[in-house]
């Protein structure tokens, strides 16, 4: 018995420690999300739109390419260089106004997305965030965010709530319900089991039992029962850590991740990244443009 018990300390005291650790870990990779989610926003608002209209002209340049290569017809007359437009054509530039143009839009009008989102109370950014996620050995470790556990300990029942527990396993498990001898037995020995956790108000031991399907034989402790259920709890946890753990890594290696902390650093040198991939790609659109143009015998 005192073995069980002694399992059943050190199971308490790792399923303490391990959901320390989750809370940690869920605000983490809660933080995470949050930030990367307002960069995917602002990337979505000013690069993503850009490169959509400048599909539609890559995508129009391949089509008359296509068209112009084709082998000559039987009379041995070559393709036509004036390429005329099929029924219902619409122009390049216009697809691209029905598709993002908006009511007073001015053509150049591509400013950077100014975010709404504040920053909430003890707010971590994403570069200490990720520093934290691979600090070395013997480095502070995070404080923990954590308000709550989904563990209960024992001394946080009420005792109100423990008498309704108690009342609930003695009117389940009182000898005078059965007048079989031999589970009249096994239910003096539970009954005394269950007047000792009462008494040292084990509310863990109490629903360990309270939690037994109907027709669980009576024959184990509640001890046993207990430290069952605890190994229970433990595994799940260990289970979920891993399960977040691998989330926070997928996170902090991902792409969006990596250009999130290249624009970091381009503005600590004054530079705003973002801009200067919009820029790129509004040179490489007037490029494609003119290359359109030569291939329509515009």
Sequence with gaps: MSDIRSQIEQLQADIEEQETILGNLEAEVLDVEQELSEFAAQYDRLIEPMNQRLDIVRDAIKELEEQQQKPLDLAGSPLESSWTPPPGYVSVEEQFKR????????????????SSWKPPENYVPVEEQFRRAWQKPGEAPPTSTSTGSQYVRSGNMAAQDLK??????VRRYHPDLTT?????????????????AYSQRDAEALRALAEQP???????????MQLRQLQQVNEQLSRRL?????????????????????????AREGRDLLQEMADELEREYTVALRKLDQLRGL
């Design 99 to 114: 598709a993002w143009a908006r009511p007073d839009d001015d053509d150049d009008d591509f400013a950077p997305l100014e």
């Design 180 to 196: 079989d001898m031999a589970e009249r037995k096994r239910r003096n020995r539970l009954m005394a089991e269950i007047n000792e």
């Design 214 to 224: 109907d027709g669980t034989s009576l024959d184990q402790p509640i001890s046993a």
């Design 242 to 266: 891993i399960r977040l753990r691998r989330q926070r890594d997928d996170l902090l290696h991902s792409d969006l991740m990596a250009l999130k902390i290249k624009q970091s650093f381009a």
């Design 164 to 169: 309704k527990l108690f009342r609930k396993l």
